[in-house]
């Protein structure tokens, strides 16, 4: 198997001894790293900052095109859909072309997508053009996480994950904001064209500053074909079902349940043929599955990806609600609404710098489950919501929310890397990318098909019960993540125990 490994830096056990987290004295960070983290994450921001952006200006693209409301969600899904179809061959692309070419060629796709975007003069070529933006988008997000992993070492890890994890946590506030001042005041097109001086400045400087050490693994790994059949229309279909609860009546809609029935029997499948793959005795090509299901059948790697999952979804799921309410609430503009929002974030970019440096002495397990408890906490003022609600009180309980949660993604995800070895890493971030993916995904739609049967039910948007209670089912979600985040200390620390 191919992979990429920093020889004077290694990043994991010796082979074949498999480890869990530990807690390593603090490893200074040198200029080199700090370089190579800043190249992906200007990249990495691009691709968020598009995908909330482009939701933003859907309705000012449909105005433009002359296309109806049902058509134009696919310029939305399309992109959504691609990414489930690309995010599982990271890891293979990433063996066969080294992660430093595979994320300047992501790169170029990307960039090359938004401009043929931007220059869309219907709807079929704008979704056409989506697609292609979301080959490079699928490429981006997992190969940038295997970058940082391997550039920062298991020493440093937890601080440097802390850093390059502030634009998952911003951008989805910044988004909104910026997509909205740029309907507004200059074209749709240049959400778009936006992208283009972004991506240019992350090619240039990941071409001169990230290396690319020398191939340590197999020189050819199989494109696992029968696993791709299986698990990209799979995940496909069930992420696709998702998104269409929102528009369709609730999970039990004949327009949703097939596709999430039909994507779950195909990813069932894809679970059986990978733990069931077999390396030929006769064959120099060498025989791995998509995603490397087997790697779940170390105790803390599975905690970790649960929890991945858990919070994925608890992020994700009360995003959509908090600027629900303030727009359908209270009124708010969509730029108001984003300000209001804006104090989770900051709190979000303060906590994750004092995050890192704890999880590099004590584990990620640790943090990630006080951030949690602190997250369940302070989000329990959110169930007692209505119209009068002051709106200092709300942004200061966001705030103290966005702390919660900025100590709890990042430190998981490192626990991840220090579980598997240097060359497990590429597959692993498939694993992790797609568990947010659709932890997302699902703690999305099951709010918002909560908020919808509220809102029928108790008066209306201007209630404020509604909220109030889609709320409590999102505190519910984040106390199941914190349970999950606790096992996963358990497991780490299990690990680390001596066997007598």
Same mark, same amino acid.
């Given at each position: 198997?191919?992979?990429?490994?920093?020889?004077?830096?290694?990043?994991?056990?010796?082979?074949?001894?498999?480890?869990?987290?530990?807690?390593?004295?603090?490893?200074?960070?040198?200029?080199?790293?700090?370089?190579?983290?800043?190249?992906?994450?200007?990249?990495?921001?691009?691709?968020?900052?598009?995908?909330?952006?482009?939701?933003?200006?859907?309705?000012?693209?449909?105005?433009?095109?002359?296309?109806?409301?049902?058509?134009?969600?696919?310029?939305?899904?399309?992109?959504?859909?691609?990414?489930?179809?690309?995010?599982?061959?990271?890891?293979?692309?990433?063996?066969?072309?080294?992660?430093?070419?595979?994320?300047?060629?992501?790169?170029?796709?990307?960039?090359?997508?938004?401009?043929?975007?931007?220059?869309?003069?219907?709807?079929?070529?704008?979704?056409?053009?989506?697609?292609?933006?979301?080959?490079?988008?699928?490429?981006?997000?997992?190969?940038?996480?295997?970058?940082?992993?391997?550039?920062?070492?298991?020493?440093?890890?937890?601080?440097?994950?802390?850093?390059?994890?502030?634009?998952?946590?911003?951008?989805?506030?910044?988004?909104?904001?910026?997509?909205?001042?740029?309907?507004?005041?200059?074209?749709?097109?240049?959400?778009?064209?936006?992208?283009?001086?972004?991506?240019?400045?992350?090619?240039?400087?990941?071409?001169?500053?990230?290396?690319?050490?020398?191939?340590?693994?197999?020189?050819?790994?199989?494109?696992?074909?029968?696993?791709?059949?299986?698990?990209?229309?799979?995940?496909?279909?069930?992420?696709?079902?998702?998104?269409?609860?929102?528009?369709?009546?609730?999970?039990?809609?004949?327009?949703?349940?097939?596709?999430?029935?039909?994507?779950?029997?195909?990813?069932?499948?894809?679970?059986?043929?990978?733990?069931?793959?077999?390396?030929?005795?006769?064959?120099?090509?060498?025989?791995?599955?998509?995603?490397?299901?087997?790697?779940?059948?170390?105790?803390?790697?599975?905690?970790?990806?649960?929890?991945?999952?858990?919070?994925?979804?608890?992020?994700?799921?009360?995003?959509?609600?908090?600027?629900?309410?303030?727009?359908?609430?209270?009124?708010?503009?969509?730029?108001?609404?984003?300000?209001?929002?804006?104090?989770?974030?900051?709190?979000?970019?303060?906590?994750?710098?004092?995050?890192?440096?704890? +999880?590099?002495?004590?584990?990620?397990?640790?943090?990630?489950?006080?951030?949690?408890?602190?997250?369940?906490?302070?989000?329990?003022?959110?169930?007692?919501?209505?119209?009068?609600?002051?709106?200092?009180?709300?942004?200061?309980?966001?705030?103290?929310?966005?702390?919660?949660?900025?100590?709890?993604?990042?430190?998981?995800?490192?626990?991840?890397?220090?579980?598997?070895?240097?060359?497990?890493?590429?597959?692993?971030?498939?694993?992790?990318?797609?568990?947010?993916?659709?932890?997302?995904?699902?703690?999305?739609?099951?709010?918002?098909?909560?908020?919808?049967?509220?809102?029928?039910?108790?008066?209306?948007?201007?209630?404020? +019960?509604?909220?109030?209670?889609?709320?409590?089912?999102?505190?519910?979600?984040?106390?199941?993540?914190?349970?999950?985040?606790?096992?996963?200390?358990?497991?780490?620390?299990?690990?680390?125990?001596?066997?007598?």
């Amino acid at each position: 198997m191919k992979t990429e490994t920093r020889p004077q830096e290694p990043t994991g056990p010796p082979p074949g001894e498999a480890t869990a987290e530990a807690p390593e004295g603090p490893s200074p960070i040198g200029r080199s790293i700090w370089l190579a983290v800043t190249a992906v994450v200007i990249g990495q921001s691009m691709v968020l900052l598009d995908t909330t952006i482009v939701n933003v200006a859907l309705d000012g693209i449909s105005n433009a095109l002359g296309a109806s409301t049902s058509s134009i969600q696919w310029v939305a899904t399309s992109y959504l859909l691609t990414l489930a179809v690309v995010i599982p061959l990271s890891g293979w692309a990433s063996e066969r072309l080294g992660t430093r070419r595979l994320w300047l060629i992501a790169l170029v796709i990307f960039i090359a997508g938004s401009v043929l975007c931007g220059a869309s003069w219907e709807l079929g070529p704008l979704i056409a053009f989506r697609v292609l933006q979301g080959i490079g988008g699928g490429l981006i997000s997992p190969v940038a996480m295997s970058i940082i992993a391997q550039q920062a070492g298991p020493q440093r890890l937890g601080r440097v994950m802390a850093v390059a994890g502030i634009p998952v946590l911003l951008m989805p506030v910044l988004g909104p904001l910026v997509g909205g001042a740029i309907v507004d005041q200059v074209s749709w097109r240049w959400i778009f064209y936006i992208n283009v001086p972004i991506g240019v400045v992350a090619f240039w400087m990941a071409a001169r500053v990230l290396n690319a050490p020398p191939r340590t693994g197999p020189s050819r790994v199989r494109l696992d074909l029968r696993g791709l059949v299986l698990l990209a229309p799979g995940l496909a279909a069930v992420l696709y079902g998702l998104s269409e609860t929102q528009s369709e009546g609730g999970l039990g809609s004949s327009e949703v349940w097939p596709p999430l029935a039909g994507g779950a029997v195909l990813m069932a499948l894809f679970v059986l043929h990978s733990s069931r793959l077999r390396q030929p005795r006769h064959s120099r090509q060498i025989r791995q599955a998509l995603v490397d299901v087997k790697l779940f059948r170390r105790g803390a790697f599975s905690a970790a990806a649960a929890s991945i999952f858990l919070v994925g979804g608890a992020l994700l799921g009360a995003s959509l609600i908090i600027p629900l309410y303030y727009q359908q609430g209270r009124g708010e503009s969509p730029l108001s609404a984003g300000l209001l929002i804006a104090p989770q974030g900051v709190g979000s970019a303060m906590a994750m710098r004092f995050a890192g440096k704890f +999880t590099d002495r004590v584990g990620g397990g640790p943090v990630a489950s006080v951030g949690l408890l602190a997250c369940t906490v302070a989000s329990v003022p959110l169930a007692f919501v209505d119209q009068d609600t002051p709106y200092w009180w709300l942004i200061a309980v966001l705030f103290a929310r966005g702390i919660g949660f900025g100590a709890s993604l990042m430190p998981i995800t490192s626990v991840v890397y220090k579980i598997v070895q240097p060359a497990e890493i590429p597959r692993a971030t498939s694993i992790v990318t797609v568990l947010q993916q659709l932890g997302g995904a699902l703690g999305t739609a099951l709010l918002a098909v909560i908020l919808q049967n509220r809102l029928a039910h108790t008066g209306g948007p201007k209630s404020g +019960t509604a909220y109030a209670q889609t709320f409590t089912c999102s505190i519910a979600l984040t106390f199941i993540a914190l349970l999950a985040t606790l096992c996963l200390t358990y497991a780490t620390r299990r690990k680390r125990e001596p066997s007598g």
